[in-house]
């Protein structure tokens, strides 16, 4: 039963559950913003806040996170996360002052999503695959993640629209706690693989950290993934209201929000493909160039139901296809071994990103009534984020292996 267990497509559902539970629930909170904001008499700024300190704690402790999960095993990691998680989200339902809110959304349940990150288990299905599936095996963890987006976000519309916003939180708490079960059944730190890679290298985890820290690409793709955080956590948390303030049915913003993850099903997996035939830089400069298109469209083009919902459907395709090819890059060039650490650190930039996007969407819209001067700064990121792409160089790093050192003294 043991090996069954250990079976890598087993590990690999069990990888895309956390991923579709943890991204699923998270990617809903956006449709909490207008029946919230108006039953506490807040502004929008102050839900904005919180959810930009969701996103800021999910940057800061995922490195640390991951460097657990790299050490001790994700299954412990993720327990813990899922724990932590859910009591944010139920203590969003609980509490009614903004600080609380803050606290409550912003670091408890920030912190629960970092421990529970889709890129954890990502690291723990790649070292399951060999090198030239990598690619492919992260785009369908992206993907799972889009499929909970894709269940989650009518669920949750639903379940405001039968039993109001606060009993809704508190069925989203109970979901998360399914990440569980399903954290056990990924590989523990000490598989033979990991080993093997331990034995075959010099590096410790600061080591490994300093020398990514060197390589320029690293840092290229670092600032590059600001841009995706930008992007992806402003649409997720104000479009929905947007899409009100248009006039529009609050359901058109609840279909774009699944629309966005049906279509990034699809692309993250093509995504995942193309980073096996084409060089992975090509791939990022592409789709953050057609960010730039698609929301350039939606700001031109007349304010339609349709036209949301092909851009929702547009973004979809581009929304988290960056995840395989700058995890891919990360894995293609250091190697799998501290991969959840090294990716823990770019994601940190995509979450500083998030929280500019956020805040500054609320922050905004509050002063001006409008969201078009952030719709526009997401055009300019998408141009820099193309040029960034370009010169990164994803060719493996050559190390000296350990024995070759042992044995050089008796030369």
Same mark, same amino acid.
Not at 77 to 101: D, K, P, R
Not at 110 to 115: D, R, V
């Given at each position: ?38 039953a506490r008499g807040w502004g929008r700024e102050t839900f904005a806040m919180a959810l930009a300190l969701q996103n800021l704690c999910w940057g800061l402790v995922l490195p640390f996170a991951s460097a657990l999960a790299d050490r001790y095993g ?33 670091? /408890? ?7 529970t990150s889709f890129s954890i288990a990502l690291a723990a299905m790649v070292q399951v695959v060999p090198t030239h599936r990598q690619t492919l095996v992260l785009g369908l963890g992206t993907a799972a993640g889009s499929a909970g987006q894709v ?10 629209? @039968?039993?109001? =916003? ?17 954290? =056990? ?14 034995? @075959? ?10 020398? @990514?820290? $060197? ?28 899409? $009100?303030?248009?006039?529009?049915? @609050? ?48 700001? /031109? *083009?007349?304010?339609?139901? &349709? ?11 581009? =929304? ?21 650490? *090294?990716?823990?650190?770019?994601? &940190? ?17 509050? $002063? ?6 952030? =719709? ?13 792409? /370009? ?21």
């Open positions: 039963m043991t090996q069954l267990l250990r079976r890598p497509l087993v590990i690999i559902l069990a990888g895309c559950l956390i991923s579709t539970v943890g991204f699923g629930a998270r990617s809903t909170f956006g449709l909490f913003l207008e029946p919230m904001t108006a994700p299954s412990r990691v993720l327990t813990v996360g899922a724990v932590v998680y859910g009591a944010g989200v139920w203590g969003m339902a609980m509490t009614s002052s903004a600080l609380g809110f803050n606290l409550l959304a912003g670091v /408890l349940t920030g912190t629960g999503i970092a421990l269940l989650f976000s009518p669920l949750s519309q639903a379940l405001i629209g @039968a039993h109001g =916003w606060s009993s809704a939180l508190v069925i989203l708490a109970s979901l998360v706690l399914v990440v569980v079960p399903a954290a =056990w059944l990924l590989p523990p730190a000490d598989t033979p693989e990991a080993s093997a890679s331990r034995q @075959a290298l010099t590096q410790t985890l600061g080591q490994a950290v300093r020398e @990514a820290l $060197k390589h320029r690409g690293y840092l290229l793709l670092t600032v590059g993934f600001f841009v995706c955080g930008f992007h992806v956590a402003f649409i997720t948390v104000h479009f929905p209201a947007y899409v $009100k303030d248009l006039g529009l049915p @609050a359901q058109v913003g609840a279909y774009a929000i699944a629309l966005i993850g049906l279509f990034n099903i699809a692309g993250s997996i093509l995504s995942g493909l193309a980073g096996q035939r084409w060089p992975m830089r090509h791939g990022l400069a592409v789709i953050y160039a057609l960010r730039a298109v698609a929301i350039t469209a939606l700001l /031109l *083009l007349p304010k339609t139901s &349709l036209s949301m919902l092909v851009f929702a459907s547009a973004m979809g395709l581009l =929304w988290l296809s960056t995840v395989p090819l700058t995890s891919g890059i990360v894995a293609r060039v250091f190697g799998p071994r501290y991969m959840a650490t *090294l990716f823990g650190i770019v994601f &940190l930039s995509h979450q500083l990103g998030s929280f500019s996007g956020v805040w500054l969407g609320g922050y905004l819209y509050d $002063k001006i009534g409008a969201y078009d001067l952030v =719709w526009w700064t997401g055009v300019g990121l998408s141009l820099l984020a193309t040029l960034i792409h /370009l010169p990164i160089d994803e060719r493996p790093l050559r190390r000296e292996p350990l024995l070759a050192r042992a044995e050089a003294p008796h030369a």
